[in-house]
């Protein structure tokens, strides 16, 4: 496990793309193939990063890449994996890059059964918390409160009312080999991630954290600084999930403020104090939880 | 060539092992199943090298095949009626990516209601969606279908993903004598596929992008060439099969005593059978009928219908399929074939065996009465609860 | 390597696939019209640590000579590498 800023690959692999300024999930993406290398085979779903990176004659991927169906990310992957395998070809990658939508809403079928059927794949969630492809509309992975497209926030009704799904722990109760989460403000532990997925046989899963400036309404240059503050208040946490054991890869010693992460952000500013204590005491139920169930590393 | 004692599933089953695909994916629903569970059965005693993958719906299978096949792998599934709408979506995937997947469908009723018996409403409904579609009449054409499917759909000039169809339980469950070819003459017969449509390690690609309006027609043109092209493989295919295996296709049409005909009923898959039966009948009591049984659906044989009854008084077509709010799928695409040629005599449309309704002798030899009356009818079949 | 711009952008039906695959890669357009500002690397203040090359969501920064620089065809500007860089060696500045 030796992947750094400085062992990286100077390649590129995704370039040219026509994602918005400031876009966490091309970042995700681009980080990814730069650890995993030239032998990788990307599936891409219908969404965000399809849409900006594949629009003939403008096609932004230099490694072999593909769109899926949008339900189809893990299944065309099996097929790829299967395909290539039964030609003789195992020196390869076969990852997924579907966004939150595509993973825990319509994909989450396909998803389960690859894992069920322990595909060697890797599956990379980026995760911007909404429909953003499409406008901003609630998926399950949009955190309580969020306002969207589809959840406004009013007088009667302020914003999403359903806490986000738990995909990293959907995803370990299938006893996949290799589960982690990460965010795109930690690239150094996203970068291990990826590198010590490549390295196991079976269905790996990665789950990033990746905000999108335009859906979160946060400037262009904050999309980094936000994804760390995610984790140093709390309301995400760097995990893995490897031989059927969960460990907390990173605890912070002391939570930065709730509030300052949320009133950022264009999609929160309509919280009330109750709506921020609602938060802040869910956070702390998780954490009980995580300190519960989890080694500390 | 040996000869076997087997159903319509377990022939195309036959035909599918000696094709070789390198991954399998499918999901069971009544009444394909035995054709994956013997296909199955092949991969675990090792007369099928094959990677079987066991997913978890009808869409991950077609999704898991074009996998496969954008690899440049010989991808397999089969599916029926709901699962054929379940991948619906897949269908137009496999079709605009030119993946030559080849699928059989049991021809089964959709719900509602609820049926588990054979018509071809769910193959129809798709006959837009950019595929192949051919109907088998018996075992012995099922088996000898696979085979010819990947032919077809592989040829360098088609590269479109193929929909064999056989009726349920009709076809699929009842048991005939096949000649089984050998591996050998199957190898000799079908070349190994090879593609540029794939992603490649040493020539990397990237497959199944966007094309905006600039260049989407194109796309799509090309995508209908392909299809069109189908003709001239099915051609080739038949004559080579004829030389290997000894026997003879006829294209996208078969005739039966049309030549002379004054009377044709136009149908597709298992009712064929009963239909040339109803023929020779009719043909011994003095009548001039005859039959034209559509082998394909797309390529559709358009001037291939017109040709062969240019000189008949009165068209039928039989189907086991309704587009509601019209008539039948089948008939509408004829109507068109006799239009283009200049042809009027009438032609009628018999809507029957829905939900595995039998259609009778007495219904087909019924049939060719009406015809003489030289009428246009729109007519079910077999409604029944006829009030007294 | 990198995807890069190509000099032939395909047009007519003969140019385009038969198929959707096409070369990987294959770049017609830039994206720096996109932007507004653009970051400028103080090469004297730059420690190399390369945090601006990590984080940069297009890929645009590059290694170049022990510090970085951008390939401002496809820099849109967003500013993440100025947020990052520890060093304060990187503004932005308005595009004329």
Same mark, same amino acid.
């Given at each position: ?297 | ?85 379940? %991948? ?59 085979? %010819? ?13 193929? %929909? ?132 394909? %659906? ?91 | 390597?990198?995807?890069?711009? +190509? ?30 500002? +653009? ?58």
């Amino acid at each position: 496990m030796s992947v750094s800023v400085k062992t990286l690959q100077e390649d590129e692999f995704f370039y040219g793309h026509k994602a918005c300024a400031g876009c966490g999930g091309s970042l995700a993406v681009r980080i990814a193939l730069k650890v995993l290398g030239e032998r990788s085979i990307a599936v891409l779903p219908a969404g965000c990063m399809s849409a900006v990176g594949f629009n003939f004659p403008q096609l932004c991927f230099g490694n072999n890449a593909i769109i899926s169906t949008f339900a189809g990310t893990a299944s065309m992957l099996t097929g790829i994996e299967a395909g290539l395998r039964a030609q003789g070809i195992t020196d390869f990658h076969a990852v997924g890059f579907a966004g939150d939508g595509g993973t825990a809403d319509i994909g989450i079928q396909a998803l389960s059964g690859a894992i069920d059927r322990n595909d060697d794949i890797l599956y990379i969630c980026y995760d911007n918390e909404a429909y953003m492809n499409t406008g901003i509309q609630k998926s399950s992975l949009t955190p309580f409160g969020a306002k969207t497209t589809t959840t406004p926030a009013g007088s009667n009704i302020r914003g999403n009312l359903r806490p986000k799904k738990n995909m990293f722990e959907i995803v370990a109760a299938h006893g996949i080999p290799y589960a982690a989460t990460a965010s795109i403000g930690y690239l150094n532990d996203f970068m291990g991630k990826v590198e010590k997925a490549s390295t196991i046989k079976g269905t790996k899963y990665i789950h990033i954290l990746a905000p999108c400036p335009t859906g979160w309404g946060i400037a262009t240059d904050e999309t980094v600084e936000i994804a760390k503050e995610v984790v140093d208040c709390g309301l995400w946490y760097l995990a893995e999930f490897e031989n059927g054991e969960f460990t907390l890869n990173h605890k912070p010693k002391e939570f930065t403020d709730i509030r300052t992460y949320l009133k950022k952000q264009g999609r929160f500013k309509h919280l009330t104090e109750g709506d921020i204590e609602t938060i802040t005491r869910s956070r702390d139920q998780k954490w009980d939880a995580l300190s519960k169930n989890f080694k500390i590393r | 060539m040996a000869k076997k004692f087997l159903s319509g599933n377990e022939a195309f089953a036959e035909g599918i092992r000696l094709a070789r695909p390198q991954v399998i994916s499918a999901y069971p629903i009544t009444p394909q199943t035995i054709v994956v569970e013997r296909l199955s059965e092949m991969v675990e005693d090792g007369s099928l090298q094959s990677e079987f993958i066991h997913v978890e719906s009808e869409h991950s299978a077609l999704s898991c095949a074009m996998g496969a096949s954008a690899v440049g792998a010989r991808a397999f599934t089969a599916t029926s009626s709901q699962g054929l709408l379940y %991948m619906a979506e897949c269908l137009t995937y496999a079709s605009g990516g030119r993946f030559p997947i080849v699928m059989m469908n049991a021809n089964r009723s959709t719900a509602l209601p609820w049926n588990i018996y054979g018509d071809q409403r769910d193959s129809l409904s798709q006959l837009d969606c950019g595929w192949i579609q051919a109907y088998a009449e018996n075992a012995q054409e099922s088996l000898d279908l696979a085979l %010819m499917s990947y032919f077809v759909a592989e040829h360098p000039e088609v590269s479109t993903p193929f %929909m064999a169809n056989l009726d349920g339980f009709v076809l699929t469950h009842t048991y005939e004598m096949v000649d089984v070819p050998t591996p050998d003459q199957a190898d000799a017969f079908l070349p190994a596929y090879q593609t540029e449509n794939k992603l490649d390690l040493e020539h990397p690609r990237n497959l199944a992008f966007s094309a905006g309006p600039d260049h989407n027609t194109a796309f799509k043109y090309k995508e209908h060439l392909g299809l069109l092209n189908a003709q001239k493989a099915v051609a080739e295919a038949e004559a080579r099969f004829v030389e290997i295996f000894g026997r003879q296709y006829t294209g996208l049409t078969e005739n039966y005593r049309t030549a002379d005909a004054d009377y044709i009923l136009i149908t597709l898959g298992s009712i064929a059978g009963l239909a040339r039966e109803t023929v020779d009948r009719l043909r011994k009591q003095g009548e001039r009928v005859g039959l034209l049984r559509l082998r394909y %659906m797309r390529p559709f044989p358009g001037a291939e219908i017109a040709e062969a009854v240019k000189h008949a008084k009165a068209v039928a077509v039989l189907e086991k399929d309704i587009s509601f709010g019209n008539e039948g799928t089948v008939y509408t695409n004829v109507n068109s074939a006799l239009l283009k040629a200049g042809l009027s005599m009438p032609s009628s449309n018999y809507i029957g065996g829905l939900g595995g309704k039998n259609i009778s002798q007495t219904e087909i030899e019924g049939i060719f009465r009406d015809l003489k009356q030289e009428t246009v009818r729109i007519q079910f079949l077999g409604i029944g609860g006829e009030d007294e | 390597m990198k995807p890069y711009l +190509r000099e032939h952008v395909p047009t007519t039906l003969s140019d385009i696939p038969n198929t959707t695959a096409y070369e990987a890669g294959y770049l017609v357009t830039k994206n720096a019209g996109w932007r507004n500002v +653009r970051p400028v690397i103080d090469v004297e203040a730059c420690v190399g640590c390369l945090q601006c090359y990590l984080y940069c969501p297009d890929g645009v920064i590059y290694k170049d000579g022990g510090k970085v620089a951008v390939d401002y065809d496809f820099c849109k500007g967003c500013g993440i590498c100025k947020t990052i860089c520890k060093a304060g060696a990187i503004e932005m500045e308005a595009e004329t």
